[in-house]
């Protein structure tokens, strides 16, 4: 009896243990589980590292490199730029960002490697390299190329190096010319017209082109010496000009709350892009539209764009303003042009009531009342179209409505009479001629068909 109480003990208490391990094992699994998933969440970008130029001139080399790590795994004070050769081998510190330099070399016709490198915590690693080598014949850089700008003009001054070892060369010029872009069969074509040459020397040259029209497209640079009386080139650049943008705000129609504007942009034949007509009041953007330079309508034509601006605020003054966007070739930066600032108007309170009276076979009478507060109304005319032979609906002629109550100002009374008859007349368009702090409207207000 005793012996089998100890026996089902001893089960009871093993089969115990064992939900217990279970369970301290299950509890084990989940937080192990839980642990790796917040590792694979928390990853990091690896830099990107690149040669973004390298020239070499002479035994002169000169770097620019682009590190960027957005999540900070380099170490800053480990990025070094390694030159290394079969000779000798140097260093020099980078820094995140863009960094640019120059160093000599000894060796003429000899590879470099050079290597950008950096430490991320566990040892210095290679992230770009590049090679290349020195050549000990006549060589020119433009080192850099900055320009002013007036109303009609523009002044391009030209750092240049010339490397001319053991002066193997004579007479070495810069050969300047400006362009204009002019529409062709096949695109744009351009003629060049030549300046005078300009005398360069071993070593760095500063060189000033003055008075280049704005409008110009390009600006070409040959730069060629003379060895055993023949021509050597040394460098053709073809640089591209910022484009040079004309503009021009129009209102074609307005009211007491709306505003319809036409937007112009004249642009080079090659820039393709777009621009904006913006509408402020009192110095605050309320409304913008996009349009494409250049543009053009449904039937492929270039056209001016015409935007409508409504539930503006009554004899209220706009000021609208072009803006175009654009690469500045030469700064290397993104610019924005932006036109001159246009003053725009809504208008004080009018309204008009128009009425017809159709006396059959003899001609229509038309009456005209208008409520004026700003005398803004200049008169009324309607227009008269018939079918020609071919059946197509033509003007055939202008008849202008006379006052007959009002000398201006809040109150007018207008009437006109067509005689339709005489030459089959089959419908009459009525406009409102309007005059507005300079702007100048004929507003279709009224058809009729007989």
């Avoid at 770097?63 to 290394?84: C, H, R």
């Avoid at 175009?324 to 930066?333: E, T």
């Avoid at 006052?403 to 008859?421: L, P």
Wanted: glycine share 4%; aromatic share 14%; with cysteine.
């Amino acid at each position: 009896m005793e012996d089998n109480y100890r026996a089902r003990r001893e089960k009871f208490f093993g089969r115990f243990k064992k939900e217990q391990v279970l369970r301290w094992m299950m509890s084990f699994t989940v937080t192990t589980s839980v642990a790796v998933t917040a590792v694979v969440v928390a990853t990091t970008a690896e830099p990107e590292v690149s040669f973004t130029n390298v020239e070499v001139l002479g035994n002169t080399v000169y770097y620019e490199t682009l590190i960027n790590d957005p999540d900070l795994t380099l170490e800053e004070e480990s990025l070094v730029l390694d030159v290394k050769s079969g000779l000798e081998s140097f260093s020099f510190p980078l820094s995140l960002g863009t960094s640019t330099g120059t160093f000599n070399i000894r060796y003429f016709n000899i590879d470099y490697t050079l290597a950008i490198k950096g430490s991320q915590g566990y040892g210095k690693k290679t992230f770009a390299t590049y090679n290349v080598i020195s050549i000990s014949e006549p060589a020119v850089k433009i080192m850099d190329t900055s320009y002013v700008e007036d109303e009609q003009a523009l002044t391009f001054t030209f750092a240049i190096v010339v490397f001319n070892p053991d002066l193997d060369l004579f007479d070495i010029k810069l050969f300047p010319a400006f362009g204009f872009s002019e529409p062709g069969e096949e695109g744009p074509i351009t003629e060049l017209i030549e300046l005078p040459p300009i005398d360069l020397i071993e070593g760095t040259n500063i060189c000033t082109l003055e008075s280049l029209p704005k409008h110009a497209s390009c600006i070409t640079l040959k730069i060629a010496g003379t060895k055993q009386n023949e021509e050597v080139i040394l460098l053709t650049e073809s640089i591209d000009l910022p484009p040079t943008f004309f503009t021009y705000i129009h209102t074609v129609a307005f009211s007491m709350t709306s505003l319809s504007l036409a937007a112009e942009v004249f642009a080079p034949l090659a820039f393709h892009g777009s621009a904006t007509l913006n509408l402020y009041q009192n110095n605050e953007l309320i409304a913008l539209c996009e349009f494409a330079v250049p543009y053009m309508g449904a039937d492929g034509e270039y056209i001016p764009p015409i935007f409508d601006f409504d539930n503006l605020t009554e004899n209220t003054a706009y000021t609208a303003q072009i803006e175009v966007p654009y690469l500045n070739n030469i700064r290397k930066k993104a610019e924005v042009y932006k036109s001159e600032i246009y003053d725009v108007y809504t208008t004080p309170y009018y309204t008009y009531n128009i009425e017809h009276i159709l006396y059959e076979y003899e001609m229509v009478y038309i009456t005209l009342d208008c409520v004026d507060e700003g005398n803004i109304i200049s008169g009324a005319y309607a227009e008269c179209f018939a079918y020609d032979e071919e059946g197509e609906l033509v003007p055939m002629y202008i008849t202008s409505f006379e006052r007959v109550a009002g000398t201006g100002g809040d109150n007018n009374e207008y009437e006109c009479m067509v005689f339709y008859m005489e030459q089959d007349i089959v419908m009459i368009n009525v406009y409102l001629q309007k005059a507005y702090e300079y702007q100048y409207e004929n507003e279709l207000i009224y058809t009729i068909n007989i």
